[in-house]
């Protein structure tokens, strides 16, 4: 089987133990074929999660919001990106087995840790609300973007450039079963303070509204 699970602009592969309640997930170099625009493969990734639980004890989590776009790839041909949230963290990789097992595809999950709405703007890029595909009832995040989330989002652009830039070529195949730690990791002093510079926080109350947002969205650190 063909395997289309490239690095993203975004990060790296999910180890395939990790959890998140946000994911963002990118089809590269798509097979029209089988997945021809956006709604197909919006179809096929809320359901994967919702139907590939398994034995896991909170079989209730489901998919809240989820966007979608189609872009031209730059090294030709077209990709999607879908950006995820759900009801609690969950792992991914039944996710990924129901949709090859289904569709006969293989999608990234990418390791970056964000809130929804950083995915999100991230998915979307310059495009208007009305030409991003959405789940039903998804608020218009655009209008609600405050300095913070803004920063935040210019950050992680920033990097995905820089990322790009210096990018292996796509014959790379990524390690997907990274290793990770049960528990998350314990940041230091100088963590936070890399922390602070890199998001422009100026303010502990800021640095607390961060705190408390990232938790929200399952991030624990």
Same mark, same amino acid.
């Given at each position: 089987m063909e395997n289309n699970a490239v690095e993203s602009d975004f990060g790296q592969a999910l180890?395939?133990?990790q959890t998140r309640r946000v994911y963002l997930i990118t089809y590269s170099q798509a097979d029209l074929g089988k997945?021809? =625009?956006c709604q197909a493969f919006a179809d096929c990734i809320p359901e994967a999660f919702s139907q590939s639980q398994g034995n896991q004890?909170? =079989?209730t989590n489901h998919p809240e919001h989820w966007s979608c776009c189609m872009e031209e790839h730059r090294d030709g041909g077209k990709h999607y990106h879908l950006a995820i949230k759900l009801s609690a963290p969950r792992r991914w990789k039944a996710v990924k087995n129901y949709v090859s097992k289904k569709h006969g595809i293989a999608f990234h999950f990418s390791d970056q840790s964000c809130g929804y709405h950083v995915a999100y703007k991230y998915v979307c890029k =310059?495009?208007?609300f009305t030409d991003v595909l959405h789940s039903p009832g998804h608020p =218009?995040?655009?209008e609600i973007g405050s300095?913070?989330?803004k920063r935040a989002f210019t950050q992680f652009s920033d990097n995905a450039k820089k990322r790009r830039i210096s990018?292996?070529?796509n014959n790379e195949k990524i390690k997907e079963n990274l290793p990770s730690s049960s528990k998350p990791k314990k940041l230091t002093n100088i963590d936070v303070s890399e922390f602070i510079v890199a998001n422009d926080i100026r303010s502990d109350s800021e640095l607390? +509204? +961060?705190a408390k947002t990232r938790h929200s969205e399952g991030e624990k650190d």
């Open positions: 180890g395939e133990r997945i021809a =625009n004890k909170d =079989n =310059n495009k208007s =218009n995040l655009q300095p913070k989330t990018a292996p070529t607390m +509204v +961060v």
